[in-house]
C-alpha cells in the first residue's frame, strides 16, 4: 500500500505475476520452516492442532473471516517456532496481500475443501521427524493456493467487483493464464 498525498491511500494491484511472485517467495520460506522444524523435532503441535480442527470447524460454518485468521494463525505458529524475527516482519508485509487474496478465494470450494487436510499433513511430518516430506508438502500447499489463485483470479475479481458497491481498484485482470 502506498500513500500518496492527494489520494490517501492506494491499494497495490494483484496480477497474476505479482501473485505468482509472492508465492514463490512464501513457497520456499514455508519449505525451509517445515523442514527446519521438523529436524530439530522440538515443537509442540498441541496448540496447531487446535487450529486445525478450529479450521475445519470455521470451513463447515462457512466462517469465513474466522477461516482467515485460523490460517494466518497456522503459518504464524511455525515461523514463530521457527524463531527468526526476521522472517516474522517479511510474512507479516505478505499476509497484508495474502489476506486480500483469501477475502475473495474463500467462495471456491475447490480451496477450502484441502486448506485443512494440507496442514494437518504437514504438521504430520513434522510431528514424525520427516524434514523432507514436510519441506516438501509445505512448499506443495503454497504451490497449490497459487495455481488456485491464479486460474481463478479474473473470476474472482469480477464476482469481487460485482459484490461490493465500491469498485475494485486494488485488483487487475490478469494479462495471461498460466
Request: aromatic share 6%; no cysteine.
Amino acid at each position: 500500500m502506498k500513500i500518496d498525498a492527494w489520494r490517501g491511500s492506494i491499494v497495490a494491484p494483484l496480477d497474476a505475476d505479482t501473485i505468482r511472485d509472492m508465492y514463490a517467495v512464501r513457497a520456499i520460506l514455508e519449505r525451509l520452516v517445515a523442514k527446519t522444524l521438523a529436524e530439530r523435532k522440538t515443537l509442540d503441535i498441541t496448540a496447531l492442532r487446535k487450529v486445525i480442527v478450529a479450521g475445519r470447524r470455521a470451513t463447515a460454518q462457512g466462517d469465513y473471516s474466522r477461516l482467515i485468521d485460523l490460517d494466518v494463525k497456522f503459518h504464524t505458529q511455525l515461523y514463530e517456532a521457527f524463531g527468526n524475527r526476521a522472517l516474522l516482519e517479511i510474512m507479516h508485509g505478505v499476509w497484508t496481500h495474502i489476506r486480500r487474496i483469501m477475502a475473495m478465494m474463500l467462495r471456491l470450494v475447490e480451496y477450502r475443501s484441502r486448506l485443512w487436510d494440507e496442514h494437518d499433513a504437514i504438521l504430520s511430518a513434522i510431528e514424525a521427524g520427516d524434514p523432507d516430506r514436510a519441506g516438501a508438502l509445505a512448499e506443495g500447499h503454497i504451490n497449490n493456493v497459487a495455481a488456485i489463485v491464479i486460474r481463478h483470479l479474473g473470476s474472482l475479481v469480477e464476482q469481487n467487483a460485482s459484490e461490493t458497491s465500491v469498485p475494485s481498484r486494488g485488483l487487475k485482470r490478469p494479462v495471461a493464464q498460466m
